[in-house]
């Protein structure tokens, strides 16, 4: 169980969340989904939060960002924008259904570098790290098991299909404890050659 933690010897700590987000006309095809599942199935408010494919979170102390930044622009700077396709839907039993991501090797490939920079993220022992390898979009989480069953029966047998251009990841942060995350840094994938982004990955 994670502990409900603000501070450790009078530093901030964070939660930060990595993520790729689709473009505007994605994000809102995906937002009428969850709110049209939110008000057939009564689930709680999960629909007004921004549709995003999470790569990693973890939580910190907040005099550790700047060096995570450091690390996170390198690997940016070095990896090349590609296409991420959605198709139709998945499901983790008995409690979450989500969009599914069609294109997984560019993004395992991206979680692989991400790792890389784990030992940064890593704030002690009970507070690891925790990188998607099969990211995806969720619809609805912490179904009840009605809820998942009847939705399951229904989306199961439905289709979607979308697309867009990842060329950056966000990273996202908030103080432990708090409700809503903030855009901390866009970090543009630029498919730089090593020796130009050497400096920042040594940091």
Not at 58 to 78: K, P, S
Not at 86 to 101: A, C, E, Q, R
Not at 106 to 131: A, C, I, W
Not at 166 to 187: C, I, N, T
């Amino acid at each position: 169980m994670k502990s409900n933690i603000h501070t450790v010897q009078g530093y901030c700590v964070n939660e930060y969340l990595l993520v790729l987000q689709p473009h505007e006309e994605l994000q809102h095809k995906i937002g009428l989904l969850r709110k049209q599942f939110q008000q057939d199935y009564r689930t709680q408010n999960f629909a007004n939060g921004r549709p995003r494919l999470t790569l990693a979170r973890f939580t910190q102390l907040e005099m550790m960002e700047e060096r995570i930044l450091n690390r996170l622009a390198a690997v940016a700077m070095g990896h090349y924008p590609f296409k991420v396709e959605l198709k139709d839907y998945g499901s983790f039993p008995s409690h979450t259904i989500f969009i599914n991501v069609a294109s997984k090797l560019p993004l395992r490939g991206l979680v692989s570098m991400l790792k890389t920079g784990q030992k940064l993220m890593k704030m002690d022992n009970e507070h690891k790290p925790h990188f998607i390898d099969e990211p995806f979009i969720p619809i609805a989480r912490k179904l009840l098991p009605w809820q998942y069953e009847k939705g399951w029966l229904e989306y199961s047998n439905r289709h979607f299909t979308g697309r867009f251009i990842a060329d950056a990841m966000l990273l996202l942060k908030r103080p432990v404890g708090d409700q809503s995350y903030q855009v901390l840094r866009r970090l543009a994938f630029m498919n730089m050659p090593v020796n130009v982004r050497q400096g920042a990955l040594f940091n």
